[in-house]
């Protein structure tokens, strides 16, 4: 059984590239674990990746198995890989692999992840890791580790984001409906970039989550698979070092929940301000080529009005509306005139 008290560092590479590159990593994870032994480890590669393109690389499939037995036999690290399909669970759980993943692109197909769950069952895995899937839906999350747990596995949930945004809404309904599992934080899928994941392992530290799935790679730039968001080993047990809480601390992160959830809203706010204007700016070059004056009274009013309907019924008073109508309106006709 996973334990939600209990801080688990999931660190690894996106994928198995080579058996050179799979040890080398692991050496340095198991390095950490010894100067920082008071969390549980566990080992990840990717050896078949659902990507993108069929143009990029795969996966190296199943012949990185045997890389991640050595793991375990000279590194003594459980290890866990992503599996898709049933057929890839026979083949994982065959070798010996400890966890299997289940990651956010088949998370978002029920169908799949029953199959996955069938699959698990009656086998000797140690657990399964549920990511979030692609698409913000809670509920679908919930119900593909409901899933896993009615064929008999122990279940984390693992919290990626959905394009690049965290979502932490739905990481919070998970946590509401489940505390009872551990909740990790993903924060090389869940921002795409390096340069975020310290910050996003200490707020999932204040958040109550019971620790990080990051992707360690020992040359992060030679990465054949997400190689922008990835760290060295070393890096890791920098984390380690001023990170992760050695127990995990729930019931009294609310306040940092509600801002968490804000601070998402402010920047979608922004950015769609951002996007609003860029489409005005398109609109001022079609004006200014046929003489047409940035400003029509007809065409604020029309807006304006709208918004103050919409307004009423979600509680924002009439002047609130007006103001902040008037401050973007002012704006977009600055960019247009
Ligand atoms: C991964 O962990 O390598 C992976 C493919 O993640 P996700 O499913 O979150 O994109
Ligand atoms: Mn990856």
Same mark, same amino acid.
């Given at each position: 059984?996973f334990?939600?008290?209990l801080?688990?560092?999931?660190?690894?590479?996106?994928?198995?590239?080579?058996?050179?590159?799979?040890?080398?990593?692991?050496?340095? @994870?198991a390095q950490?674990?010894?100067?920082?032994p008071? !969390?549980?480890?566990?080992?990840?590669a990717g050896?078949w990746?659902?990507?993108?393109?069929p143009?990029?690389f795969?996966g190296?499939?199943a012949?990185?198995?045997?890389?991640l037995?050595?793991?375990?036999?000279t590194y003594?690290?459980?290890?866990?890989t992503e599996?898709?399909?049933?057929?890839?669970v026979?083949q994982?759980?065959?070798?010996? @692999?400890d966890y299997l993943w289940i990651?956010?692109?088949?998370s978002?197909n029920?169908?799949?992840?029953?199959a996955?769950a069938?699959a698990v069952?009656?086998t000797?895995i140690?657990?399964v890791m549920?990511?979030?899937?692609?698409? &913000?839906?809670?509920a679908l999350?919930?119900?593909?580790?409901?899933r896993?747990?009615?064929?008999g596995?122990?279940?984390?949930?693992i919290?990626?984001?959905c394009n690049h945004r965290?979502?932490w809404a739905m990481a919070?309904?998970?946590?509401q409906?489940r505390p009872d599992i551990?909740i990790l934080i993903?924060?090389?899928?869940l921002?795409g970039?390096a340069s975020?994941?310290?910050?996003?392992?200490t707020q999932?530290?204040r958040?109550g !989550?019971s620790?990080?799935m990051?992707?360690t790679h020992?040359?992060?730039q030679e990465?054949?698979s997400?190689?922008?968001q990835?760290?060295?080993?070393?890096?890791?047990?920098?984390?380690?070092?001023r990170g992760?809480?050695?127990?995990?601390?729930r019931?009294?992160?609310?306040?940092?929940w509600?801002?968490?959830m804000i601070d998402?809203?402010?920047d979608?706010?922004?950015q769609?301000l951002a996007?609003?204007?860029e @489409?005005s700016?398109?609109?001022?070059a079609?004006?200014?080529e046929r003489q047409?004056?940035?400003l029509?009274?007809?065409?604020?009013?029309?807006?304006l009005?709208?918004r103050i309907?919409?307004?009423?019924?979600?509680g924002?008073?009439?002047?609130?509306? &007006?103001?902040i109508?008037?401050a973007?309106?002012?704006?977009s006709v600055?960019?247009?005139?």
């Amino acid at each position: 059984m996973f334990k939600p008290t209990l801080p688990y560092i999931i660190a690894g590479p996106c994928a198995a590239e080579s058996e050179e590159q799979v040890l080398a990593t692991a050496q340095g @994870i198991a390095q950490c674990q010894a100067h920082y032994p008071n !969390y549980t480890y566990i080992y990840r590669a990717g050896i078949w990746k659902p990507r993108s393109s069929p143009n990029t690389f795969q996966g190296i499939g199943a012949e990185g198995l045997t890389w991640l037995q050595q793991v375990q036999q000279t590194y003594h690290l459980p290890v866990a890989t992503e599996v898709a399909t049933p057929e890839q669970v026979k083949q994982a759980t065959e070798a010996g @692999i400890d966890y299997l993943w289940i990651g956010a692109r088949t998370s978002a197909n029920p169908i799949a992840v029953q199959a996955i769950a069938d699959a698990v069952d009656g086998t000797k895995i140690k657990g399964v890791m549920v990511k979030n899937p692609v698409n &913000e839906d809670a509920a679908l999350w919930l119900g593909n580790i409901a899933r896993l747990e009615q064929a008999g596995v122990a279940v984390m949930a693992i919290h990626r984001g959905c394009n690049h945004r965290p979502c932490w809404a739905m990481a919070y309904q998970l946590l509401q409906a489940r505390p009872d599992i551990p909740i990790l934080i993903d924060p090389s899928h869940l921002s795409g970039k390096a340069s975020a994941i310290a910050q996003l392992c200490t707020q999932a530290n204040r958040l109550g !989550y019971s620790g990080w799935m990051v992707e360690t790679h020992i040359a992060p730039q030679e990465a054949l698979s997400d190689a922008q968001q990835q760290i060295t080993p070393e890096e890791l047990e920098g984390l380690v070092n001023r990170g992760v809480g050695e127990s995990v601390n729930r019931g009294s992160e609310e306040l940092d929940w509600q801002r968490a959830m804000i601070d998402e809203v402010d920047d979608d706010l922004w950015q769609h301000l951002a996007k609003r204007m860029e @489409i005005s700016k398109r609109i001022g070059a079609w004006k200014k080529e046929r003489q047409i004056p940035a400003l029509q009274p007809f065409r604020y009013q029309e807006i304006l009005e709208k918004r103050i309907a919409w307004g009423s019924e979600h509680g924002l008073d009439k002047e609130t509306v &007006e103001q902040i109508m008037e401050a973007i309106h002012k704006q977009s006709v600055r960019i247009q005139s």
